[in-house]
Structures are given as C-alpha cells and as structure tokens.
C-alpha cells in the first residue's frame, strides 16, 4: 500500500494525498466546535509556525458533519490608534429653560456668550437630543 498517506516509501515519508481546500466563504458557515489559543494543546504546533501573530485556531465542521478543517486567525497589522477629536458644535438652547441648562453644564457644555451657544461634542449634544438645535454660528 505505497504512496498512501504516513506509508513509508523508500527513505522517505509518501507526501500526503492533497487535500480539498474550501473556500474561505464555504467555511464561514461551518460551525466551530474548537477553539484553542495559542499556548494550549492543539495549537501548539500552529503557534511554532506562525509565532506570535497566531491568535486563535478554530477546528469546524461542514453542514452534513463529513468534513473538519483547522483555520487559524492571525495579527497581520498592527496600528496605534488616534483618537479623533470630536466635534464640538454649538448649541441654543433659550435662557429660560434652566433644566436643560444644568443638563448641558453637567454634561461638560460651556456658555459661549459672544455667539450666545453652548458649547459641546456633538455626542453629548445627540445624547441630550438637542440635535434640532445645532446651529452654525462659530
């Protein structure tokens, strides 16, 4: 029985019989039923490969329950992040609506007298739904 796979064959080892590669849409669907990080049994042998770029390996099974594969997820970049300044917009809200006012202040909006806004990110000015009241004026 030469030539199968793990069959001796002269002073080798027989290469194994190429196996079907699924696509990485096919496999997306499968379910997962292993998943192993780096430094445990079972992925051991994947993170000597790949290093510290491994961070997972997944073992899955096809719908009818015939075919397992081994994926593995890698870092391929890393990046520091850079925080976006948010926006700050300006706000009308009227002097006679003290509530709404302590709301703002005790959200961290400040009063700009010259434009006679508040100030605020307009996250926080969403987040009081005062969205109807941005207005333009700098």
Same mark, same amino acid.
């Given at each position: ?21 699924? +696509? ?23 993170? +000597? ?16 329950? $015939?075919?397992?594969? +081994? ?6 970049? $890393? ?7 948010? $926006? ?21 909006? +400040? ?28």
């Amino acid at each position: 029985m030469a030539g199968r796979e793990g069959d001796r064959v002269g002073n080798g080892w027989a290469s194994p019989r190429p196996r079907a590669r699924p +696509t990485g849409r096919a496999v997306s669907g499968w379910k997962v039923i292993k998943k192993h990080a780096p430094d445990k049994p079972g992925a051991l042998k994947l993170a +000597t490969q790949w290093g510290d770029a491994l961070v997972c390996v997944r073992h899955r099974l096809d719908e009818s329950g $015939q075919t397992r594969v +081994t994926t593995v997820e890698l870092v391929v970049e $890393q990046a520091p992040v850079r925080a976006r300044g948010a $926006q700050v917009v300006g706000v009308q809200i009227s002097y006679a609506e003290k509530d709404l006012q302590a709301a703002a202040r005790a959200a961290g909006a +400040t009063w700009d007298a010259a434009a006679r806004l508040w100030r605020m990110p307009e996250k926080v000015a969403r987040a009081l739904r005062l969205a109807d009241r941005i207005r333009d004026g700098k």
